[in-house]
């Protein structure tokens, strides 16, 4: 019997990426997988465009949800129905041409050899950043140093969006239990793998900064990122939902 190819679905976030959300879904298409774009009711008419897209190409997937939720929220969302609709491997990507396609083949393949979670890097050998203020490098390292201290992690870029998920692990996981909705999801996330016995892989990949425009990072946001970390640290992820911060 012959044996079927794996499916595998990249989640695109959108809130506002008008400018980049029909690059950023073309390219994924022209590297050989679906895409599902998730947006949260975006004013700038981002998910019009993907509803175009979608009509004509069964590929791309569109999922509106009513308002804005977080990143982390977003993630979830799309997960559940990549579970739902019966894919294999699930890729977390951004849509605003940070993350090269160039590097989704090999975060895909290495998933698909290794059987654990699979991390494009920017902070092993190879791996890079372009386009970024010294301060915002810093600030992304930092949060790396004091995300590896606190909790532990092997990972130098637990921080990274552009990852790639087998099944297995995120039915283990369990994302009715993720609590983080801003960008705090990608640190929760790499903890809850290792903490159920799951290997994290990194590769190298260049990072460059968005297309077009504006960063949703705000301090707001770091400062979140800050309280989950220490509440990883301090037991929260073995609690129920509700007992977050």
């Known amino acids: 019997m012959t044996r079927r190819a794996p499916r595998v679905l990249v989640v695109l ?25 998730v947006d949260d009711n975006s004013p700038d008419g981002t998910a019009e465009v993907a509803a175009r897209l979608a009509e004509s190409d069964p590929g791309t997937q569109l999922l509106v949800r009513p308002h804005k939720q977080g990143l982390g929220s977003a993630y979830v969302s799309g997960f559940t129905c990549g579970l739902e609709r019966g ?76 990852r790639c998920y087998p099944r297995a692990v995120l039915e283990a996981i369990g994302l009715d239990r993720i609590v983080s909705q801003g960008y705090s999801f990608q640190i929760e996330m790499v903890y809850r793998c290792v903490a159920q016995g799951f290997p994290v892989r990194e590769i190298p990949i260049r ?39």
């Open 207 to 245: 990072f460059v900064d968005r297309m077009a425009g504006k960063s949703k990072v705000s301090q707001g946001e770091v400062r979140k990122a800050l309280l989950t970390v220490l509440w990883l640290r301090l037991g929260g992820a073995g609690r129920n939902r509700g007992s977050g911060w």
């Open 87 to 162: 894919y294999d491997y699930i890729v977390e990507m951004d849509a605003d041409g940070s993350h090269r396609p160039e590097h989704l083949p090999e975060i895909v393949a290495e998933a698909q050899r290794f059987g654990g979670v699979v991390i494009g890097s920017r902070y092993v050998r190879g791996g890079s950043v372009s386009g970024w203020s010294w301060h915002r490098k810093v600030l992304s390292r930092s949060a790396n140093l004091y995300t590896r201290a606190l909790l532990g992690l092997r990972a130098r870029d637990a921080t990274s969006g552009y």
């Open 13 to 37: 976030p959108t809130y506002n990426e008008v400018e980049n959300v029909e690059r950023a879904v073309r390219m994924v298409r022209e590297s050989g997988y679906d895409v599902l774009v």
